[in-house]
């Protein structure tokens, strides 16, 4: 009977860490919802998040894009890029067949864990990529801390 019952618990278990797991999913994707109905925002780049040696490398799509037309900040576990392209249509231009390549201002957050080293984070823009590396941490549970627990009589 003993056997029945340890049956019964796991799932049970893993049932909870599978809600959980799903809870986080949703979390997320509900981060990634807020940052692309931002207003003022006109169009949202592509974003390619991974990790290789160590590091953390997210690859933007920004083509046509200047470097001055780039900013890119990190705060509060998040990256945020964000640019604007300028309007550059032809002289004489009657009207347009076909538009696709979007104009105008975008801003997109990046959701990141904190155990990124960000003070050495590197951007270079290359071919219409804005490629962003930032260091893990080494130690990523972060330090260790006592706290001193006093005595109330």
């Known amino acids: 009977m003993s056997s029945f019952r340890r049956l019964v618990a796991e799932p049970m278990s893993d049932l909870a860490l599978l809600q959980r797991e799903i809870n986080q ?7 990634f919802e807020r940052a692309s109905q931002q207003t003022g925002v006109e169009w949202t780049p592509a974003v ?4 290789c040696k160590g590091n953390l490398v ?43 390549r979007p104009i105008g201002r975008f801003t997109r957050e990046i959701p990141v864990d904190r155990a990124l080293d960000v003070r050495k984070a590197e951007a270079r823009l290359e071919r219409g ?7 893990r941490l080494k130690d990523r549970r972060g330090r260790e801390t006592q706290i001193p627990v006093q005595r109330v009589e």
């Open 25 to 31: 999913l949703f979390e997320r994707l509900a981060g």
């Open 58 to 100: 997210a690859i933007v799509e920004v083509p046509g894009m200047l470097v001055e037309s780039l900013k890119l900040i990190a705060r509060e576990g998040m990256l945020v890029v964000s640019g604007e392209r300028r309007d550059k249509r032809p002289q004489g231009l009657v009207a347009f067949h076909c538009m696709e």
């Open 48 to 51: 390619d998040i991974f990790e």
């Open 129 to 135: 990529l804005l490629i962003i590396t930032i260091p």
